[in-house]
């Protein structure tokens, strides 16, 4: 991945950890890592952890951002997120997966919360 795409997607992640907190959300993780891969924020919204995924554009070049999020990369994310709650030692962890997309364009961002996305 190119200088610029990490730039941008920081960026992106960073923007929408700021949403969530001013949305009320406590975030307990950013670019939580494990064997099978990352999530990109873990938040906490009431009881539920919510695994987010954030996609980053700049254009549509590459087609909407929610085109990226995969029946392959839903189970991945599924996967991470009950490996993250296997670390908390819990015995139950109610788990949500959202999807945030920024798209940025002339230093405008705009972003799109997609709650229980999949």
Not at 49 to 67: A, M, Q, W, Y
Not at 70 to 96: A, D, I, V
């Amino acid at each position: 991945m190119s200088k610029w795409r990490q730039k941008i997607g920081a960026e992106g992640e960073e923007l929408a950890a700021k949403y969530l907190g001013k949305q009320g959300y406590r975030i307990i993780e950013k670019n939580w890592r494990c064997h099978l891969g990352e999530i990109d924020l873990i938040a906490k919204d009431a009881d539920t952890i919510v695994v987010c995924e954030v996609k980053t554009r700049s254009n549509d070049s590459f087609g909407h951002p929610l085109e990226a999020i995969t029946p392959k990369k839903q189970t991945r994310l599924r996967k991470l997120g009950e490996l993250y709650c296997q670390s908390l030692t819990k015995t139950e962890c109610s788990l949500r997966f959202d999807v945030i997309t920024i798209f940025k364009d002339d230093g405008v961002a705009q972003l799109e919360h997609i709650e229980n996305a999949f």
